[in-house]
């Protein structure tokens, strides 16, 4: 199972009682969690626990994902980890000599810099909050469009139902296509 939290693109903060029926559910079917860490930083509720924090019994079973891309504002260097059981890091070690060589010094040292730097994730957050505020109340502004401010993430998800059903489109690829066509605007559609 992947979980994501905060997700992309909802928004959505599990509360650590979530990630314990969620542990409580993997361990009894006998599932792995993948755990995609990557915005943890963007946690405007301050309720974000990882997982296996909130179920460290889940350990020998979990995989967690993050690096410095969002949380450092370092998307583009493609720096990042996971820790899992060692069984698992060295599948993924063997998977990893096969598709790419190594990642450039420039961006393990940038990197690096980066995680001993405990100010940027704080800015980076409180400038998302802010952008996060505008971008829903703008988007409230528009007829057919109703967008809840998202608890976590990067990202808005509006729902443009009543946009829709207004302008005649059949779907929000509809809606994707004429954004894109008329106002050279890209939004994924959902």
């Given amino acids: 199972m992947i979980l994501s939290s905060p997700g992309n693109p909802t928004g959505a903060v599990h509360p650590e009682y979530r990630l314990r029926q969620i542990a409580d559910w993997a361990e009894r079917n006998d599932v792995w969690i993948i755990s995609d860490d ?17 179920a460290p019994q889940l350990r020998a079973r ?8 969002k949380e450092h504002a ?10 899992a059981p060692p069984k698992i890091i060295a599948s993924a070690r063997r998977h990893v000599s096969r598709t790419i060589t190594h990642v450039p010094t420039v961006n ?32 409230n502004g528009i007829d057919g469009i109703e967008c809840q401010l998202p608890d976590g993430g990067m990202f808005a998800f509006p ?26 605007l890209a939004v994924v559609p959902g």
């Fill in 38 to 54: 990557i915005y943890r930083a963007f946690d405007y509720t301050d309720t974000y626990r990882s997982v296996l924090a909130a």
């Fill in 62 to 69: 979990t995989v967690v994902v993050g690096g410095v891309s």
């Fill in 74 to 83: 370092m998307t583009g260097w493609r720096v990042g980890w996971l820790a």
């Fill in 108 to 139: 393990q040292r940038a990197a690096l810099a980066a995680l001993g730097d405990s100010a940027t994730p704080v800015e980076a957050a409180r400038d998302y909050r802010r952008r996060r505020a505008l971008l829903v109340e703008a988007l």
């Fill in 159 to 184: 729902d443009v139902s009543g946009l829709l059903r207004d302008r005649g489109w059949n779907s929000s690829a509809d809606l994707a296509a004429w954004l894109l066509d008329t106002a050279h």
